[in-house]
């Protein structure tokens, strides 16, 4: 199987983060430079799929959405899903600023992967989910397509690759999201996985433990 992991394009969320305060993290559109992003990267994940029909599954956001309407690639797909497993991490209803700073601050000290956002979930509950939507997907049929674009968030996508590649917290933890519209590309030979390149490191890992 050939995995590629594209984070959506910039939305408006990532240039203003008052508009978590009016706009539901679900239904925020991408920016006019997200759309440039989109269809900049599209010939490069045509060329990545080589003319394989892939399976593709999106997160059911806008902004993932939109993402996967610029890539203009549907109508070459075997199959297209909508998969809420694959969704942003939830940090609740309509944000508070003042309170969400606090929040930042708090799961900084406590650990992204452990601290719970009040009415919202911690970055173990992402894990479980995404690790639920990997056993299905270890699970497909034999008319299951070979290649897989995924089209999700960056955090999902880091635990995604924590998961296949099982990777400590303290790994997870040093790693960055990948930027707007970058994707990774993930190969698997004989029940191991391949990452093409890895992710950046904001600081190292705790453990000692490295990427594969």
């Known amino acids: 199987m050939k995995m590629?992991?594209?984070?959506?394009a910039e939305s408006l969320g990532n240039v203003d983060e008052l508009a978590y305060t009016r706009i539901p993290d679900h239904a925020l559109p991408l920016t006019e430079k997200g759309r440039r992003e989109a269809?900049?990267?599209a010939p490069e994940i045509t060329r990545l799929l080589d003319g394989a029909r892939p399976a593709v599954y999106v997160s059911p956001y806008l902004r993932t959405r939109e993402t996967l309407r610029l890539l203009d690639i549907e109508a070459?797909?075997?199959?297209?899903l909508q998969e809420p497993r694959l969704r942003e991490q939830d940090w609740g209803n309509l944000q508070d600023p003042a309170e969400q700073e606090i929040q930042k601050a708090r799961r900084h000290e406590f650990g992204h992967f452990f601290y719970r956002l009040p009415f919202g979930e911690s970055?173990?509950?992402v894990d479980d989910r995404v690790a639920a939507f990997l056993s299905d997907?270890?699970?497909r049929d034999e008319h299951h397509p070979g290649a897989v674009l995924i089209v999700s968030h960056g955090l999902t996508l880091r635990l995604l690759c924590r998961r296949l590649f099982g990777w400590s917290i303290e790994l997870f933890e040093s790693l960055?999201?990948?930027?707007t519209c970058e994707y990774?590309?993930?190969d698997e030979h004989d029940g191991k996985w391949s990452l093409d390149r890895p992710f950046a490191q904001w600081r190292d890992s705790p453990d000692?433990?490295?990427q594969l």
């Open 4 to 8: 590629i992991l594209l984070r959506h």
């Open 39 to 41: 269809l900049a990267v």
């Open 76 to 80: 070459s797909c075997e199959r297209l």
């Open 123 to 125: 970055g173990a509950d």
């Open 137 to 139: 997907l270890r699970q």
């Open 176 to 179: 960055s999201n990948p930027a």
């Open 184 to 186: 990774r590309v993930l």
């Open 208 to 210: 000692g433990e490295t």
